[in-house]
């Protein structure tokens, strides 16, 4: 049984949050011993826990990097069951993201495209796997995902006038003729996209009645990018907008569109650093309009969201999982307080967990471990884990299932 503390790096992206505003910063400085301060001028937004090559976690007791020592003992701290499935990679990656404006409008591309566009461009395809992922909100978070029904769209692209040109000549949308309706919106000129903005910014509040989000993210989010970007229009008048909570959490599928919008939120998705950017960024840095119509699947808001359920991992009752529909992970969420405890049974595959609020100590394999808020642990393969606080202490446990 294994548990190795670990020192995390965070990537610094224009939507993140600045300096010490940001969740992920304050996770990534708060692991003494290595080398990460936080700059005051500069925007945090990813603090990446794993060992994916771009940036890896180094173990803080001899800062060698992590994936190198799972290769030399990998039997111990991987284990056979997911060795046989995976091989020697940790299949998973974990993130804290700190988001302070929209991110991109994104998908990840299913395993098969992946594959393909890996072999074609790997400087910008970095593997060949998907890249379905879970997010749980650690504040409030707001977020698009998936799309809106189908009616919902046909009402708001017919009641309003200026919307009605991106039809066609499909005045009754299926859903086989959303995907068009979608590429006609991402092909319009600069031009088409500021001529509808202007005039959906004019129009009365009561013209989006049934989505008020609507009138409040409109100027928001052309403050954050631009008038001309036709993700604005997508993401507005035919995606799920929603608003989760700390603790609530949502999945997408390799295929779903999403863009995060603000908040803090652990993340945890297959290990891949694949995406296809269409929106919510300038021009030059979007994908080809037919590769990622393509590519995109389509899923109701129902079908995102992810509610965790009592997990019999935790013997004490103390222990709550997600478990998406996919093979690479689990996500426990361990909750105590006061003079209660928790013992967590030996774990099917490697984990990654990260302490998320308060403070405690974790017992694994007979050592014992300071938990404070921001640290980072690697455990081994069917390792036992004991935490305690005499405060609260709250902790996400990524796992592979094998």
Known sequence: MTAIQ????????????IGSKSLAAQYAAATLGHDFQIDENKAYAEMWMGSYPTTPSKILSSGEDLQ????????????????SKFGTDLPFLPKILSIAKALPLQIHPQKELASHLHEMQPEKFTDGNHKPEIAVALSRFEVFVGW?????????????PILTRFLGQ???????????????????????IVEVFT?????????????????????????????SDPGILVALFMMNFLVLQKGDALYV?????????????????????NVLNTGFCPRADRDS?????????????DEVKLVAQSSGKGLKGHTKAFSPPMSEFDMLIVSINGDEAEKISALEGPGIMVVTSGSGSI????????????????IGYASELELLTDGELEVHLAYCRG
């Open 199 to 227: 005039a959906l910014r004019n129009l009365p509040d009561s013209y989006f009645s049934s989505h008020p989000y609507i009138s409040e993210l409109l100027p928001r989010l052309a403050d954050q990018y631009d008038e």
């Open 363 to 378: 017992e694994c394999g007979g050592q014992v471990y300071k938990a404070l808020e921001g640290y980072v642990f690697f």
């Open 6 to 17: 670990l020192a995390c790096q965070c990537n610094q992206y224009p939507w993140g949050k």
């Open 170 to 192: 499909e005045k009754n949308l299926s859903p086989q003729m959303l995907r068009a309706l979608i590429k006609r919106v991402l092909s319009a000129s600069d031009g088409d």
């Open 289 to 301: 309009i037919d590769l990622f119509t393509t590519a995109l699947t389509f899923n109701t808001k």
């Open 253 to 273: 599928p390799a295929g779903g569109i999403h863009a995060y919008l603000s908040g803090d939120i652990v993340e945890c998705m297959a290990r891949s650093d």
């Open 68 to 83: 190198e020592y799972l290769d030399e003992h990998k039997e111990k701290l991987i284990g056979e069951p997911v060795l």
């Open 148 to 160: 809106l029904p189908v009616d919902e769209i046909q009402q708001l692209f017919t009641s309003i």
